[in-house]
């Protein structure tokens, strides 16, 4: 899960089709787990199931890498990683 969370933020600089392909994604995913109809409003369904968005799940993860980045406790292979 800890790799998942680093190439999510650090991959979040994808191409914004991309990133419009995986909301897609995964809100076909969240009304396919909850039996809804395509057409039915997102946002009530992640209430419902306690779920982040990807963009708030981006937020999150970068937040805490930076974080850890701050306080000296990323991997050793990000030392060379540096504020500009």
Same mark, same amino acid.
């Given at each position: 899960m800890v790799i998942y969370n680093l190439l999510l933020v650090l991959g979040g600089g994808v191409g914004i089709t991309t990133l419009n392909q995986l909301n897609v994604l995964h809100n076909k995913i969240i009304r396919a787990m909850t039996y809804s109809s395509f057409r039915t409003k997102i946002a009530p369904l992640y209430e419902k199931l306690n779920l982040l968005k990807l963009d708030d799940i981006y937020s999150l993860e970068l937040g805490k890498t930076m974080?850890?980045? %701050?306080?000296?406790? $990323?991997?050793?292979?990000?030392? %060379?990683?540096?504020? $500009?």
């Open positions: 974080h850890k980045f %701050h306080s000296v406790n $990323l991997p050793d292979n990000f030392n %060379h990683l540096s504020l $500009l």
